[in-house]
């Protein structure tokens, strides 16, 4: 194949008189620059002036959004410290029971602490919420009375929750 190519232009170029060699030539090479103009060197000229023309506004734009996240760091760590209590916690508690679809018998507070009892509750569902609370709200069981059903999974129990600050 490649020797039947070179063949093919040997025999077009032997034909060829002298000035079509060299018009064919120079036709060529201008043909070649335009091609590497337009292909090559204007769309890379065309980027770098955007560049330097977005340059500034970009550099903005990466100032405001370390100063957003710094200031979101600082927020975050003031809003970690702050967990309900009293009545705030007992409702935060009732919510958050209701959210997942668990019952209480009741809800009511025991000295600094938030008493929730429940029947015929599960218990995979229940430690579920525990683990959220505790996470969310910052609490600790300080108690808990738990007695296993004849239902797989289901139990009556009495829990004391307090804000994990206290000891």
Do not use: C, Y
């Not at 079509?20 to 060529?28: D, I, N």
């Not at 760590?77 to 967990?83: D, K, L």
């Amino acid at each position: 194949m490649k020797a039947e190519l070179a063949q093919a232009w040997a025999g077009f170029w032997g034909q060829r008189t002298d000035r079509e060699k060299a018009l064919l030539t120079w036709g060529g090479g201008a043909l070649a620059v335009v091609v590497a103009w337009s292909v090559l060197w204007a769309p890379a000229q065309e980027g770098r002036a955007h560049l330097r023309e977005s340059l500034p506004s970009l550099q903005r734009q990466l100032a405001q959004m370390t100063a957003q996240a710094n200031e979101a760091r600082s927020l975050s760590a003031g809003a970690q410290g702050v967990a309900p209590t009293g009545a705030a916690l007992k409702d935060a508690l009732s919510a958050s029971l209701g959210d997942h679809g668990l019952a209480a018998t009741q809800v009511q507070f025991v000295g600094n602490a938030v008493q929730v009892q429940m029947k015929n509750a599960s218990f995979p569902a229940w430690t579920t919420w525990v683990d959220d609370v505790r996470k969310q709200f910052k609490v600790q069981v300080a108690e808990a009375h738990i007695t296993a059903l004849k239902d797989d999974g289901q139990v009556d129990l009495t829990v004391s929750l307090q804000p994990s600050t206290t000891k």
